[in-house]
């Protein structure tokens, strides 16, 4: 398939939605959600991951997979059965996002990294940052992504600098974050609508790669 643009009725199926939350209503308008979402977002990140194979070479960059509109209810007081959004990601082989894509009425967020480290991930992050030439490394990398405007954060970061760090050390916020990601700007008006969507992520994608090829090199 070949993107051409979100169909401008997209965003009224989740304005729909919304106000359905039925199972009947959602089978009956199934396919007019795939042909509205699910395959233009799927034409979109495959064309987006080819146009990055050389930005990341060596490295090899995963199939984009598309997240299940369902919600898991299990665990949850919120019994709402479906998410009012379509959202995908392109995954590297080590965990870290070449880019998140998350489009819809609860939110829009495009960006790339490490949403939230594993326990295991986290040891080594904090290994990296304390270490001189990593941690230095990372913090370049970070300092320049956002004088370039771009937002990096960490997941539910903690308040204070981990036990074993110094309460100063030069890179106590990085120490503090449990994942680490760089969001885009906010999609120009009306480009959703547009192929030029896909020009503008790889935009994107190519400024915030080195953040991500250095989570993949340290297996973060």
């Not at 146009?51 to 019994?79: E, H, Q």
């Not at 609508?193 to 993949?216: C, N, Q």
């Amino acid at each position: 398939m070949t993107f051409t643009g979100f169909d401008r009725t997209a965003p009224q199926f989740f304005h729909e939605l919304t106000a359905e939350m039925n199972r009947v209503w959602f089978t009956a308008n199934k396919e007019r959600y795939e042909a509205l979402w699910v395959q233009p977002m799927t034409a979109l990140l495959e064309d987006v991951t080819g146009r990055l194979g050389k930005v990341y070479a060596p490295m090899k960059l995963g199939k984009p997979k598309l997240f299940r509109i369902y919600r898991d209810t299990r665990f949850s007081k919120d019994k709402t059965p479906y998410k009012t959004h379509c959202a995908g990601v392109i995954p590297t082989r080590k965990g870290a996002a070449a880019m998140y894509v998350h489009l819809g009425l609860d939110e829009e967020f495009i960006g790339v990294g490490s949403y939230f480290f594993d326990d295991k991930q986290l040891v080594k992050w904090r290994k990296l940052v304390a270490a001189d030439k990593t941690g230095k490394e990372i913090a370049g990398i970070v300092g320049k992504l956002r004088k370039a405007k771009y937002p990096v954060n960490g997941h539910d970061s903690y308040k204070k600098v981990p036990k074993g760090f110094a309460p100063d050390h030069p890179r106590a916020e990085l120490l503090k974050m449990r994942g680490l990601t760089a969001g885009f700007p906010a999609i120009p008006k009306g480009l959703l609508h547009k192929p030029g969507l896909s020009s503008w992520l790889v935009e994107h994608a190519r400024a915030t790669a080195p953040m991500v090829k250095w989570l993949f090199r340290h297996g973060c």
